[in-house]
T-cell receptor
Framework: NAGVTQTPKFQVLKTGQSMTLQCAQD?????MSWYRQDPGMGLRLIHY???????DQGEVPNGYNVSRSTTEDFPLRLLSAAPSQTSVYFC????????????FGSGTRLTVV | KNEVEQSPQNLTAQEGEFITINCSYS?????LHWLQQHPGGGIVSLFM???GKKKHGRLIATINIQEKHSSLHITASHPRDSAVYIC???????????FGTGTSLTVIP
């Protein structure tokens, strides 16, 4: 099925560990973004990409890295996990969010202990 | 500073009630989006609208561009409507989306 695929769905990390959240889309969307969702706060942009080889920081980029080597994939790396990074993470893609909005992945629930 | 404000934050309704969720925004927009998120679930797009009104089944979304306000209405609410409803507007470049904090709706049978 076409859409945005995120893996894993759940993850528990120890403080200081690193990991990569995977995101892939098969709709040939140029725009891809990572958001985190915390209780009482709206979705906040971590990093985004407007095409292969192009990435930029969003509102809350510290502690996260991204790369975009292909149009399809946009992984999010946590360099050294901290409890403050406990959150639900969503990947989203779009042809142009001003016109079409975003297609969201199903989310990754991350707990850092 | 919040570009998008939603109200109420939480809403409990009896099955069959008419429900209204409000969204006010401060940025200039090309279109406003209403999203739905079921407990533990992903986020799906309900509406995208830039003027007037749209209707899908029991859901109706309206927008007043001059007043920078949108409403989402649910007629004859049902327990399966229980979810978080999120209002979102794109930023100027299209790379940034501004999200409301969401309205958590619970419909009781």
């Amino acid at each position: 099925n076409a859409g945005v695929t995120q893996t894993p769905k759940f993850q528990v990390l120890k403080t200081g560990q690193s990991m990569t959240l995977q995101c892939a889309q098969d709709m040939n969307h140029e725009y891809m973004s990572w958001y985190r969702q915390d209780p009482g706060m709206g979705l906040r942009l971590i990093h985004y990409s407007v095409g292969a080889g192009i990435t930029d920081q969003g509102e809350v980029p510290n502690g996260y890295n991204v790369s975009r080597s292909t149009t399809e994939d946009f992984p999010l790396r946590l360099l050294s996990a901290a409890p403050s990074q406990t959150s639900v993470y969503f990947c989203a893609s779009s042809l142009d969010s001003r016109i079409y909005g975003y297609t969201f992945g199903s989310g990754t629930r991350l707990t850092v202990v | 500073k919040n570009e998008v404000e939603q109200s109420p934050q939480n809403l409990t309704a009896q099955e069959g009630e008419f429900i209204t969720i409000n969204c006010s925004y401060s940025v200039g927009i090309s279109a406003l989006h209403w999203l739905q998120q079921h407990p533990g679930g992903g986020i799906v797009s309900l509406f995208m609208l830039s003027s007037g009104k749209k209707k899908h089944g029991r859901l109706i979304a309206t927008i007043n561009i001059q007043e920078k306000h949108s409403s989402l209405h649910i007629t004859a609410s049902h327990p399966r409507d229980s979810a978080v409803y999120i209002c979102a507007v794109p930023g100027e470049t299209g790379n940034q989306f501004y999200f409301g904090t969401g309205t958590s709706l619970t419909v009781i049978p």
